[in-house]
């Protein structure tokens, strides 16, 4: 069985489209096909909506409802998490993940050891100029000084065998960084690149200001390279002011001591100011997150799924 998991915020409109396109392709496929829908606490009637499409199909159709929104990663591990099927697919419900590629995809699994199939786009065309840079620098950080390899491009979408979903779903952690849990627990990935597609209808929920905070999640959770900085960036500049004292010590016991050269004393004042305070907020950004997970609150709360409409009946 192939189980499809979709995490959906605010997706009434495009939901018709998504089961439509997928059926299609569910029919030339030999695996019996399970939608596992995730209802991340949207505003419009998406809800309404998955009640329908399972009264529609019973025996295909699953949903989770969230009691509010937990984001995109905890829908993910919700869906992961209620999935049965022996290949697993997660995709988003816009379309942006073509359904067309998915034979391709299951052959490809089936015929050799790969553990996972993803998807990755072949640009970035239509994307705003300042975005692409950004993303691109991203990517560039990580991997250079990360220990987890994430793929510029890759995508959520991706069809992984059960035992890696089950390696996935070992992973507790509250801060949840798919780019980075899918690298983190290994097997071999392949990828398929495809052009860049528009979403069909709805809007994206990302700006520009949370795609920058979840990429600052992206180095924080996966890589203590920043604290690293720190520690080498104070190393640094003790060294160089132990230097810099001998140095003015020496001057002085040579040629007395004028007292000119305070502005380049204040502005070195401010210089390690600055670096402290910043670097004080990169190891708060860790106590954070230390913080957060030490509580072990839940990855999500479930309000109601498909069994609440058996039992009514
Ligand atoms: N999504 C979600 N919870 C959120 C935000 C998004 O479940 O808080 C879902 C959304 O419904 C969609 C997928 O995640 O199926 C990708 O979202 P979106 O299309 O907004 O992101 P983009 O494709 O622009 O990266
Ligand atoms: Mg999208």
Redesign the pocket.
């Known amino acids: 069985m192939l189980s499809i998991v979709?995490?959906?915020?605010?997706?009434q409109e495009s939901l018709p489209y998504f089961v439509k396109e997928v059926e299609k392709v569910a029919s030339i496929i030999t695996h019996s096909v399970e939608y596992v829908f995730?209802n991340?606490g949207s505003q419009d009637d998406t809800l309404q909506s998955l009640r329908q499409l399972y009264k529609n199909m019973p025996d295909r159709v699953r949903y989770v409802s969230f009691s509010k929104?937990f984001?995109?990663e905890s829908?993910l591990y919700a869906g992961l998490h209620a999935s049965r099927g022996d290949l697993v697919t997660v995709m988003?419900?816009?379309l942006?993940d073509p359904p067309d590629l998915l034979p391709q995809m299951i052959e490809r699994i089936e015929t050799s050891d790969i553990d996972c199939v993803g998807t990755r786009r072949q640009d970035r065309e239509g994307e705003p100029v300042v975005r692409s840079f950004f993303a691109r620098l991203f990517y560039k950080l990580v991997n250079k000084f990360g220990d987890t390899e994430m793929i510029d491009g890759a995508r959520d979408f991706r069809l992984m065998t059960r035992q890696m979903v089950d390696a996935i779903l070992s992973m507790t952690e509250y801060n949840r960084f798919s780019k980075g849990i899918f690298s983190w627990v290994g097997f071999n990935t392949e990828y398929i690149s495809y052009e860049n597609r528009e979403?069909v209808a709805g809007t994206?929920?990302?700006s520009f200001w949370s795609l920058f905070k979840y990429s600052i999640d992206g180095i924080v959770n996966f890589s203590d390279a920043p604290l690293t900085l720190a520690a080498l960036l104070g190393g640094l500049s003790c060294i160089a002011a132990v230097i810099a004292l001998i140095f003015i010590v020496i001057r002085a016991l040579l040629f007395g001591d004028p007292t000119t050269g305070w502005p380049s004393l204040a502005s070195i004042v401010l210089f390690m100011g600055g670096l402290q305070l910043l670097f004080l907020g990169v190891i708060g950004k860790y106590i954070g997150k230390i913080f957060l997970e030490t509580k072990k609150r839940p990855i999500y709360i479930v309000k109601e799924t498909e069994k609440d409409i058996k039992k009514e009946r």
Request: with cysteine; glycine share 4%.
């Open positions: 979709v995490p959906c915020f605010n997706e995730v991340d929104n984001g995109k829908a988003d419900a816009d942006q979403r994206t929920s990302w």
